[in-house]
Each structure stands twice: as structure tokens, then as C-alpha cells.
């Protein structure tokens, strides 16, 4: 019994420890840039180019899942490790 039970233990770690949540990097407080953690079902990274009104174009940063934007952009490009959008 005390067998079994171990044995559950270990294989509930292991699948805790497979659950990866993505970092990308994006805003922060303050608009400063840092890695945040992306929700459960993000897992692409994306930096995009878009029209500001008063800045002219902006850098965006952040997690995706399907590599779109909710908005028009320029130009859009994702990947898929950790904080690899800062190269982007």
C-alpha cells in the first residue's frame, strides 16, 4: 500500500512538473518592458507593429495563441520559447 501510494506521489510531481507556462516578454508596470507570464492556452510569443496615433508606429509585445492581434497591425511575427519575442 505504502508502495502505491509513493508511486502516485511521484507521478503527480511529474505531471505537475511538465506543465510549463509560457514567458514572453511584454508590458509592465509602468510600461516598462518585462517578462510576464502568459495565460493557460497562450502558448506563441508575438511582437507586432501598429499605428499610434500620436507616437506613429509602436512596438507591442505580449502571449498569443494563435498569432493574431484584436486590433490592425502593420506587421505581426510569433514564436514559440521563452521570451523570444525580445529579439523579435
Known sequence: MKILLLTMAMVGFMCLESVHTRICIGLGRWLYVSPVKCLEGE???YSAFKMNP????EQIRGCTKDCTYPEP???IECCSTDK???LL
Not at 500620436?54 to 508606429?57: C, E
Open 43 to 45: 502558448n506563441l510569443c
Open 54 to 57: 500620436v507616437f506613429g508606429i
Open 73 to 75: 497591425v502593420l506587421s
Open 84 to 86: 523570444c519575442n525580445d
